[in-house]
């Protein structure tokens, strides 16, 4: 076990672990942001650089400090280290630098966007960017181009963190996408006409911080903050079958994982899922979601749903199907 101190907070971790968990551990603001690492998918981390922190004593046995930040996502606790986070001036300064980086090429098209409302980056951007940009050359544009029949590629809005590629490496049986070209000309694509198709690659979209990998069955149906997000399952023999519904009055317009508080899947989804069973009838509606209270989702009270008066609409949905009525609930929705 290694003792670390992360902003004036001791924790006491196993050897091996990395800043960024040994401060999830702690939780709160003194966890860094992270956009490329990925708890549940191996080797992710070290692309992005907006989990920098200053390590100001190495080690109780070598207590010099670290002469540049670090990538707390790649960097595993020394028993005795010392590290600042959000007490550090450098750090934010940094920080805001790296989103400064971050948004050169990518649009600021948040009011279109269908990620807008649950992207890392518009969050990361709003807490530590800069209210102007600098930036005065010409911005990387792309054709928004197909990636399967579901998944549609906005290539300008990709902040290259390479997460779907490892989805793709470590969840489906072949991947048919990557990233091409070097520097400035990196790209995600496919192979020449292949597309993306198999069992699990929907997960791609879960995983994607920003808005270049959309659901193309979810695309402009609705914000996603005038959704109502349910926690629903079924039996599935292919993956958990734990899901979120997205809904509005009875219509699930779009299926997903279920994401921890740092924004990562829990468990995997198939595409049968995701895609196949956007009927309420299909699903067992456990309740609402629960939502970071500082989610712009969450300004819709959503979790003050009625949760008798959903179930028992349901119901008469259900038996409206097989040509039966249900009496009318006099309660209105919350
Ligand atoms: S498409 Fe999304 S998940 Fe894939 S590398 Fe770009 S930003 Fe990351
Ligand atoms: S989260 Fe650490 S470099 Fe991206």
Redesign the pocket.
Known sequence: MAKVTIDGIEVEVADGTTILNAARQIGGEVVPPAM?YYSSLKDTGGKCRVCLVKVTQGSAKDPRPMPKLVASCRTPVMDGMVVQNITSQEVLEARKGVVEFLLINHPLDCPICDQAGECDLQNLAYEHGAAKTRYEEDRRTFEKIDIGDKIK?H?T?????????FVADQLTNERVHG?INRGDASE?STYIEKAVDNEFSGN?ID????G??TDKTFRFKSRVWFTKPLDAHRNCDKCCGKVVLWTKGDDVLRVSARKDQYGEVKEYICNECRYDHKNMNDWTIEGPRHIDKHSVISQNHYEKIDMQKLKLDIERQIQFQKGKQLPETNQSPA
Not at 207 to 210: A, G, K, N, S, T
């Open positions: 490329c590629l290539m809005r990709c902040i290259l963190c390479y997460r779907c590629t990233v995600i791609m995983v994607c911080p920003v270049a990998l």
